[in-house]
């Protein structure tokens, strides 16, 4: 068979069969078929260099150039179908001679019609191939900024109820005594658990500063609720070089923080010790509420060491938020959820974390060959050598933890 026999054909209304191509079914005789490709390549020139470089940026679309023509009595009704299926609305299906069938879109196309040639039009078209499917957009959530989000949602709503449940107005002194005692607490509860993560000489003297200073103002913050968490997150807001550098250490701070023992509340006796007693746990509740949330939020940022590290810390958290949303008032509560969902949602999240397993050696064998048997490289043997607290890397057996990649 000759290569005019493999050519497609296309078969007119008329019956007639002829060399040609069709678009979403209409079909036309073909004089040239012309194909155009390539890659998508950027030059990029630089100064005082000769050697240019070329960046990829992927395949480039493929064009198809057809000119053609409708011929008969008929030709009129031809030409109009073929402008009507060119027109049509997305892509559609392109049969040609000598590449077959493509999916293609039709952006521009030209129609000649002469009074030498009755009967007949010619047809200039483009055509450019498009995907059966096109591909979906590849939309990546941010999980850490949708944390962050939850947490100053929840921060608002803390705020807001501790606003409507503390109350020391024309309260005695002796019923503030226990909220002031309170604040100091907390405030040495920051200097223990913060004070050891700052390593920075400047941050670490304002991080004392701010202590000194709450612990002074106990007795007045008391008096001015509005205040109290603000001066708390002021100065948790000096420690962004610490933050940044130290997530993990922070992240662990605050979950050491809410479990600072604020001190007991008061008895019940009188109506003006039930209302310290109200307002005392009202700010055990804030604190630890701003304790946990901060916590969750540093927990995205944080480099944990396996999955196992990451999912563990997550749930901890998680079962503090849900210790919290159970006293919560109807606006806090959804906002803690939310919180707790992000959190889960975010750590691990999507990332490729190393999974710790344990593996069995009852013979004795040096550190540097276990680690290359497990990861095909002698990097792990650090981390081996310390997480079983191994005495001497030459003599290696048991039951050890291993961090292994999957």
Same mark, same amino acid.
């Given at each position: 068979?000759?290569?005019?026999?493999?050519?497609?054909?296309?078969?007119?209304?008329?019956?007639?069969?002829?060399?040609?191509?069709?678009?979403?079914?209409?079909?036309?005789?073909? *004089?040239?078929?012309?194909?155009?490709?390539?890659?998508?390549?950027?030059?990029?020139?630089?100064?005082?260099?000769?050697?240019?470089?070329?960046?990829?940026?992927?395949?480039?679309?493929?064009?198809?150039?057809?000119?053609?023509?409708?011929?008969?009595?008929?030709?009129?009704?031809?030409?109009?179908?073929?402008?009507?299926?060119?027109?049509?609305?997305?892509?559609?299906?392109?049969?040609?001679?000598?590449?077959?069938?493509?999916?293609?879109?039709?952006?521009?196309?030209?129609?000649?019609?002469?009074?030498?040639?009755?009967?007949?039009?010619?047809?200039?078209?483009?055509?450019?191939?498009?995907?059966?499917?096109?591909?979906?957009?590849?939309?990546?959530?941010?999980?850490?900024?949708?944390?962050?989000?939850?947490?100053?949602?929840?921060?608002?709503?803390?705020?807001?109820?501790?606003?409507?449940?503390?109350?020391?107005?024309?309260?005695?002194?002796?019923?503030?005594?226990?909220?002031?005692?309170?604040?100091?607490? *907390?405030?040495?509860?920051?200097?223990?658990?913060?004070?050891?993560?700052?390593?920075?000489?400047?941050?670490?003297?304002?991080?004392?500063?701010?202590?000194?200073?709450?612990?002074?103002?106990?007795?007045?913050?008391?008096?001015?609720?509005?205040?109290?968490?603000?001066?708390?997150?002021?100065?948790?807001?000096?420690?962004?070089?610490?933050?940044?550098?130290?997530?993990?250490?922070?992240?662990?701070?605050?979950?050491?923080?809410?479990?600072?023992?604020?001190?007991?509340?008061?008895?019940?006796?009188?109506?003006?010790?039930?209302?310290?007693?109200?307002?005392?746990?009202?700010?055990?509740?804030?604190?630890?509420?701003?304790?946990?949330?901060?916590?969750?939020?540093?927990?995205?940022?944080? *480099?944990?060491?396996?999955?196992?590290?990451?999912?563990?810390?997550?749930?901890?958290?998680?079962?503090?938020?849900?210790?919290?949303?159970?006293?919560?008032?109807?606006?806090?509560?959804?906002?803690?959820?939310?919180?707790?969902?992000?959190?889960?949602?975010?750590?691990?999240?999507?990332?490729?974390?190393?999974?710790?397993?344990?593996?069995?050696?009852?013979?004795?064998?040096?550190?540097?060959?276990?680690?290359?048997?497990?990861?095909?490289?002698?990097?792990?043997?650090?981390?081996?050598?310390?997480?079983?607290?191994?005495?001497?890397?030459?003599?290696?057996?048991?039951?050890? *933890?291993?961090?292994?990649?999957?």
């Amino acid at each position: 068979m000759g290569w005019r026999e493999e050519m497609r054909q296309v078969i007119f209304p008329d019956g007639r069969r002829m060399v040609g191509a069709s678009f979403r079914g209409v079909p036309f005789c073909v *004089a040239t078929e012309e194909y155009e490709g390539g890659r998508r390549v950027v030059e990029h020139e630089y100064p005082f260099s000769d050697d240019p470089y070329g960046e990829d940026m992927g395949r480039a679309a493929r064009r198809f150039r057809l000119e053609g023509y409708v011929i008969g009595s008929d030709y009129l009704a031809q030409k109009q179908a073929l402008e009507d299926a060119l027109e049509g609305k997305g892509p559609g299906e392109l049969v040609m001679p000598y590449r077959g069938t493509r999916s293609a879109a039709c952006p521009r196309f030209t129609v000649r019609d002469t009074n030498t040639q009755g009967g007949m039009a010619t047809f200039s078209m483009e055509f450019f191939e498009t995907p059966a499917q096109p591909p979906a957009p590849s939309v990546v959530p941010d999980l850490a900024a949708e944390v962050d989000v939850a947490a100053d949602a929840s921060l608002l709503e803390v705020a807001a109820e501790f606003a409507t449940d503390f109350d020391t107005d024309l309260a005695p002194s002796f019923a503030v005594a226990s909220l002031s005692d309170a604040l100091v607490a *907390a405030t040495e509860g920051v200097g223990e658990f913060l004070g050891p993560v700052v390593e920075a000489t400047q941050e670490a003297a304002r991080l004392d500063q701010e202590i000194r200073i709450l612990a002074a103002d106990a007795s007045s913050l008391v008096r001015t609720p509005g205040e109290i968490l603000g001066a708390f997150q002021s100065t948790f807001a000096t420690l962004a070089d610490t933050i940044a550098g130290a997530p993990g250490s922070v992240m662990d701070a605050f979950v050491g923080m809410y479990s600072v023992d604020l001190g007991s509340a008061p008895s019940n006796a009188t109506a003006t010790r039930r209302r310290e007693q109200d307002n005392h746990n009202a700010l055990t509740r804030a604190l630890r509420r701003v304790m946990v949330i901060e916590a969750a939020r540093m927990a995205p940022k944080v *480099a944990f060491e396996s999955h196992q590290q990451a999912a563990a810390k997550a749930s901890e958290i998680a079962a503090l938020i849900e210790e919290q949303s159970e006293t919560a008032s109807d606006a806090l509560y959804p906002a803690l959820v939310r919180l707790r969902t992000s959190l889960l949602r975010a750590v691990p999240g999507e990332a490729e974390l190393a999974r710790l397993t344990s593996v069995t050696r009852p013979v004795p064998i040096p550190s540097l060959l276990l680690a290359y048997q497990l990861h095909g490289d002698v990097d792990g043997e650090a981390d081996i050598l310390a997480r079983n607290r191994i005495r001497h890397p030459l003599f290696v057996s048991g039951t050890l *933890a291993v961090l292994v990649d999957e």
